[in-house]
């Protein structure tokens, strides 16, 4: 059943790749302001749409950012839910930068099960599940198939290619507590290289072995993180709540995070 779940979510996320790119690529697209002041394109909705397409044969609920809002005391009994992103770094999406991603998780009892990464621009697929482990590999999108894709996957972590402390931090959202946070680490471990990245793929680079740690001192949600705190957990790593100082927990009753430390 779990291997269905992750063809699932790896086709789902892969179409919804196809049809991003097509917009991404016509460079025709307006932007609107949710109430939260995030910023919405029609990318985001018809990535929703195809991923939804695919969840939804599975029978198991779908909480996503685009999606209806629904209230805690309906998801509060759900054993297992998917958690989808349709575009997690609309922002750089925006700004044609490539750094953007099709983020869906499998979680169960609150804990990761499956995570999938996709970035359209690059074709690299990043995914797991908590009984394989982590994987990454890059997808030609006009021309794939889910099981030769599982069986070729480059088991994470890969090697490092130097010894120099790496922290990758947000593009968008770095904040005074996560220049502190880099001071710190300077003084710990001297020379440090600092990478700056959209979306997602700052935890991707944690869980492939680019980067030594991933410290996020800024608002997110949890369809933010769940993909990729997968694939962190599913490659040895892990996703710290530096309020709770526990892995962090999904499907709960506030959906914002609290600031956390991939590592």
């Not at 790749?17 to 932007?31: Q, R, T």
Request: hydrophobic share 40%; proline share 3%; glycine share 6%.
């Amino acid at each position: 059943m779990m291997k269905q779940l992750l063809n699932i979510a790896i086709t789902a996320a892969l179409e919804a790749g196809k049809a991003i790119l097509e917009i991404y690529h016509s460079g025709e697209f307006d932007v609107e302001i949710k109430a939260d002041n995030s910023p919405l394109t029609i990318a985001d909705t018809s990535s929703n749409n195809v991923i939804m397409s695919f969840l939804t044969k599975t029978d198991i609920p779908v909480l996503s950012e685009e999606g209806k809002s629904i209230p805690y005391e309906e998801r509060k009994d759900w054993s297992q839910l998917w958690i989808v992103d349709p575009i997690d770094g609309t922002k750089e999406f925006i700004k044609r930068n490539g750094e953007f991603t099709v983020n869906i998780a499998l979680i169960e009892n609150q804990k990761t099960l499956i995570g999938i990464i996709y970035a359209p621009v690059t074709g690299e697929l990043y995914f797991s599940t908590k009984d394989m482990g982590a994987f990454k590999l890059a997808v030609d999108i006009e021309n794939y198939n889910v099981e030769t894709i599982i069986s070729n996957g480059r088991k994470l972590p890969l090697q490092r290619k130097d010894n120099v402390f790496t922290i990758v931090a947000s593009r968008s959202h770095m904040s005074p507590e996560t220049e502190e946070y880099v001071q710190e680490m300077r003084d710990i471990h001297g020379e440090v290289n600092l990478i700056s990245k959209g979306s997602s793929l700052k935890m991707c680079m944690v869980a492939d072995g680019t980067a030594n740690c991933y410290p996020r001192f800024a608002p997110t949600m949890e369809w933010d993180t769940a993909a990729g705190q997968a694939i962190c957990e599913h490659a040895g790593f892990q996703v710290i709540d530096l309020k709770t100082k526990e892995y962090m927990l999904y499907n709960r009753k506030e959906l914002l995070n609290n600031w956390f430390l991939v590592k």
